[in-house]
Nanobody
Framework: QVQLAESGGGLVQAGASLRLSCAASELTFRDYVMGWFRQAPGKERELVAS????????WYEDSVKGRFTIYRDNDKNKVYLQMHGLEPEDTAVYYC??????????????????WGQGTQVTVAS
């Protein structure tokens, strides 16, 4: 069973930076498109960043472009989300996701991905 474990969330002030990490196990990591979703209270889960299997292509949701960077280390089975310039609107539970079948990194399917347990990011104004 694929296992994904996120870490790095926390409570920060607006403008601060955080780096989220996701450690993957029980899978051939380089076979999976990886992504970070987030879910704010009362809102649907949304994809904010994704990265191709080899790491050469990335996708970002418009509101995080220029502030967030996704990258992966296929030797360590890890994917990261570096977040700068955090805003209160970024407050959410952030989930790591792995998609074996994705052909388009912008179209990770929440119905088929493997999920981590989530990590809370809270940005105070």
């Amino acid at each position: 069973q694929v296992q994904l474990a996120e870490s790095g969330g926390g409570l920060v002030q607006a403008g601060a930076s955080l780096r989220l990490s996701c450690a993957a196990s029980e899978l051939t990591f380089r076979d999976y498109v990886m992504g970070w979703f987030r879910q704010a209270p009362g809102k649907e889960r949304e994809l904010v960043a994704s990265i191709s299997r080899g790491g050469g292509s990335t996708w970002y949701e418009d509101s995080v472009k220029g502030r967030f960077t996704i990258y992966r280390d296929n030797d360590k089975n890890k994917v990261y989300l570096q977040m700068h310039g955090l805003e209160p609107e970024d407050t959410a539970v952030y989930y790591c996701a792995a998609d074996l079948r994705a052909r388009n990194i912008a179209a990770m399917d929440p119905a088929r991905v493997y999920w981590g347990q989530g990590t809370q990011v809270t940005v105070a104004s």
